[in-house]
């Protein structure tokens, strides 16, 4: 369970470019909920993001996790239970690396290695088996380095190794925008799967409509720091992109685009 309370965030303070982007902001995130989260450019859904990660700080209120305050907890710590998927499959992965390392070095993440080796290839049949269900073709290449991968093969084996350990939360950041159609739709119903298999509570920032409406179990639109639209159970699935899109254009030619 996330709760943010009574956010303040501003960006600039004391320049002419003082912004601020929230003030008072408050959101509340079952367990289990799948939130899919759309607005227009500098709406706040990445800084949202940001926030809940500890990548950035706030200036007031409060972030709670299942009751527990962590707003002053550095970012390292909250990663060991937060995974996170980037728009670029760079940032996701080591490209200089083998996939055999990658996954090793997923696999121990927030375990301490002491003078042990970093890969232990007795579990390279696991390992198999884990990328066998992405059906990507990647159970056969462990000893082949990321950057040779293609940007979907990239981005599934970053969303694998972003949940390989327990995590509360697992955060995609525009994590099929960078892709081609084809590849996206592949990867967002390989993201579907893994938030059902492993019953995670996700949050994914997207500008794509059709998957915000399509997947996950509630969507919310932001504006200039605030949400203008949640929707969640059947108001969610009775929902349509051409409903979403109108709000858009509302808001639009509100702000005089």
Known sequence: ?????????????????????????SLHIEDGEFVAVVGSNGSGKTSLLNIICGSIPVDSGQILVNGE???????YKRMGSIGRVFQNPALGTCPSMT????????????????LSRGV??????????????????????????????????????????????????????????ALDPKTAEVNMKLTDQIVREKKLTSIMVTHN??????????????????????????????LKVEDVLALFNEISIECGN
């Open 1 to 25: 369970m996330l709760d943010l309370k009574g956010i303040h965030k501003y960006y600039n303070p004391g320049t002419i470019n003082e912004l601020c982007l929230f003030r008072d902001f």
């Open 69 to 75: 305050d962590i707003t002053n907890q550095k970012e």
């Open 99 to 114: 996939i055999l390392e990658n996954l090793s070095l997923a696999e121990h993440k927030g375990k301490p290695y002491g």
């Open 120 to 177: 232990d290839r007795k579990k390279r049949s696991h390992y198999q088996e884990l990328l066998g269900a992405l059906n990507l073709r990647l159970e056969d290449k462990l000893d082949v380095k990321v950057g040779s991968l293609s940007g979907g093969q990239r981005q599934a084996l970053a969303l694998l190794m972003a949940t390989m350990t327990p995590v509360d939360f697992l955060i995609l950041d525009e994590h099929t925008a």
């Open 209 to 238: 409509l059709r998957y915000a409406i399509e997947y996950g179990s509630r969507i919310l639109m932001m504006h200039q720091g605030k949400v203008i639209l949640d929707k969640s159970g059947q108001e969610k699935k009775d």
